[in-house]
Structure formats: C-alpha cells, structure tokens
C-alpha cells in the first residue's frame, strides 16, 4: 500500500470539498443580506431626516415671518400674530421671549405659557442660531426645528416647531418588515441551493475518486460514468482514455509474459525428455546418445534465440537507444545478402536484389542489420524450394524504401493486420520447424519505428509477401 490516501481515510468533514463550497456560499449570502438590510433603511431614514428638518425650518421662518416686525413680543401680541398662520401638521409650536419665557404654546393641555422651556433647540435660537434635530425611536419620527425673532438685530425671542409622525415611520418598518422577509426566502433558497449544488460536485468527484481506487486496486475494466461537458466530466473522460491504455498495456503485458513462458517452456520439456530417455533407457547405443544430445543442443539453441530476441525487445520497450549514426543501408544489405545466399542456395531459393546508391539513414548498423536479416531470413524461410525472393533498395522523397518480396504462399489476409505482434505466427508448427521464435517480425517493426520509420506487409498480386521498410532519408551520404 503506497498511496497516502487509501479508501478508509475519508477527509475530516470541515476538510471535505462540499463543506467547504457549502461554507462559502453562506457566508457570501449572510454578507450580501447584511447589506441588504442595512444600507437601505440607512439611505431611507437619512432622506427622511433631512426633508423633515428642511420642511420644519420652512415652517419655523414662516412663523418668524409673521413675528418680524414687532419690537417686543408679549403673550397677545404672539398669538394675534400666530392666530393668522397655518400651523400645518405640526404637534406643537412654542414662542419664547428672550429670555426663554413662553408665551404661546399650542398644546393643548399642560401648556407652557408663562414657564421657561429650556430646550436645546430653544437655548440655541436665543444664541442667534437656527437649529434642528431629527430622531427616529419607537416607531416614530421626532423632528424640531427653532429660529430666533430679530428686532433691528436684537434676539427678542424664539420660534419652536415639533413634530411627532408614525406615518412615515410605519412606511419605514413596512420596508424593514419586506426586506427582512425576503432575505428569509434569499437565505433558505441559497441554502438548499447550495446544498444541492455541492452535493452534486462531492458526489460527482466522488465518483471519480472511486472509479480512481478502484482503477489502482486492479479491476483495469472500471470506468469512471461521469455526464456532462465541464471539467469533472472531462477529468472523467480523461482517466477513462488513461485506464484504456493502462488495460491495453496490460492486457499486452500478461500476454506476453504467459507467451514467453509458453515459448521457454517447450524447449524446456523437450530437453527433459530427450535426457530423461538416455538415462532411463539401459544399454542405450551411442549413435542414440549422440543423435539426443544433438536434439538437446538445438533445443538449447532454440532457448538462447528466444532469449536474446526477448532482451532485444526488452532493450527496445525501455526506450534507451544508442545514439544514432549516419548509416550507408547498402553495404548492410550486400553483407546480408552474402550470408543468406548460402542458405537460400540450400533451400533452392533465388535470392536476388537491386541498389540505389546513396541510401543513409540514421540509427546503428547493428539495428539495420538486424531488419534486413529478419526479413531476408522470414522470406527465405517461407518460401518453398524453387521460389524466389527479391531484395529492393531505393529511394524516393525524402525516404529510403527496402521491399522484400518472394512469392510463397503469402499470409492470410485475417492475419495480416497482426503479423507484428509478439509471437504470432499464422502457422505455429511451420514456424517452429523453421526455428522461428515468433518475435523476428516485432522486433524490425520496433526497431524502425524507434528511428521513425514504418513497416508493411501485404500480398503480392501473383501470390507471396511483400515486406516494405520506409526510413527517413539522410541527405547527404553515410560513412557504411
Ligand atoms: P517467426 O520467427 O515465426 O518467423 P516472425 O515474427 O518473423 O516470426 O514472423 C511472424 C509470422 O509471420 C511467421 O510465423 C509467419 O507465419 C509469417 N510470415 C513472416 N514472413 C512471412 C513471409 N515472407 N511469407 C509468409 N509468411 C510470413
């Protein structure tokens, strides 16, 4: 067990994803309803102070108006001035002298006339200032307002306005009342909102993070079923085709383990049973002897080019390459071809070949030995006494081509497509006795297609195989 997180370590509930997103989204609600139910009843209340003073001054100089004029203000003089002003709305209105003394008071009980008020307001006008106030408390506006009553820029007295209104402030909570609800319906629809909204991402991821384990544990066929077109579908769609290639590879990998072992393993009991018959077998000649040991020997043969095929292709798999060289393809070509003619002549195969000069390509004379061969080597083989194979080396945009063509029997068309994979053989028993290993083909195909080349196989028109090797061309010459 090597990963950090294993099924059982579910993250603590204030670590996990929909806590998280959860948690966010309340608090950016409650942020915005705070401000919701603030700002406005701030703004509001602040209009409605300032027009209540502006109005209540307006009525105050009206009333200071109608006082101007008169050198001294008594208790008759005020109210035969004030009986003539329209005292609109407004629950009271005082008139002080100078010295704050009252002597007109609209209210109608307990009226002040005669007493000294000291209001704020009242203190202030005295002082030679208009003043006003406004307050909101108890469900209702408070407003005064007060100015003083000049005489050739004497202060001989005040004006006092008061209003009291639960009009304008029954308005106000109504809207305090609306706003408040509607934050409700806000808070529970974003909770249920959310709720949803991160349940369905966790469960999503969680279907990814499951489909993940489970890829680890080692059932490779699991697939993430993740709907829709954002990017946790598409991170699901993305470790599908991952896990496809993970499967392929080691689909590919067991089969290849269990066909190598298959391969090993004939040789193996065929060598068992060659030297279990001479010892079991009393008196046994020596001609026998001779003629087992020499079974055993090829067997053992059989074993080491089985071996030395598979470190090839392991050397190949690993992807460390030697470092690639300009190679002359020519001189490789006339050097195999030398070898097999001996063998070609053995079989009564005609093995023939033509050139092009200047064929160089990139990559080791080892490796380019080694794909001509297996294909010379594959031609020869299949081929019955009497054929004939042709060797082809030239050149064409930017490519050199070798075709290797005999006209045996061909490979079936249904076997075509996987003549390069490891161990296949269309004919198992044919290719044995030849002493194929079954690799020879996957080898050349991985060979060149390291050096970015390709290899393809298909039927001659008049019967046989046709081999065809493209490797990029190397301009300018090779050194062989
Ligand atoms: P082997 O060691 O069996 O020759 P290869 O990988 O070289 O393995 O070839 C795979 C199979 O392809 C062979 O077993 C044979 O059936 C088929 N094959 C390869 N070359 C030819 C050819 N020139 N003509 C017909 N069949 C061929």
Redesign the pocket.
Known sequence: EWGTISRNDRPAIWESLQFRFGLSYILIILGVLLLLNSYPLLVSEDLVFRSKTTNLQASVAVMVNSLSGLDRLTEENVSAAMSVVEETGLSRILVTDNAGRVLYDTRETGGAVGSYVLYTEIVQALLGEDASSCTYQGAAFRSRASSPVLYQNQIIGAVYAYEYDTDQAALLAGLQGNLLRLSGVIALVVLVLSLILSKTLTRRIGLLLNAIQQVREGSYSHRADIRGGDEIAQIGHEFNSLTDRLQITETARRRFVSDASHELKTPLAAIRLLSDSILQTDNIDLETTKEFVSDIEQEAERLSRITEDLLRLTRLDSGVLEAPMPVDVLPVLEQVLRMMNLVAQEKEVDLTYSAAEDCAVLGTRDEIHQVIY?LVD??V???GSGGAVQVALGRAAGEVILT?A?N????PEA?LPR??ERF????KA??RA?G???????IVNDTVKRRGGVVE?ANRPGG??V?TVRWPRLEGGGNG
């Open positions: 297996n594959n031609a083989k299949y081929t290797v005999d045996g029997a061909g490979i076997d003549i390069f296949y053989r269309v004919d044919r290719s030849a194929g290993t079954g690799l020879g083909l996957s196989a046989g195989a081999f």
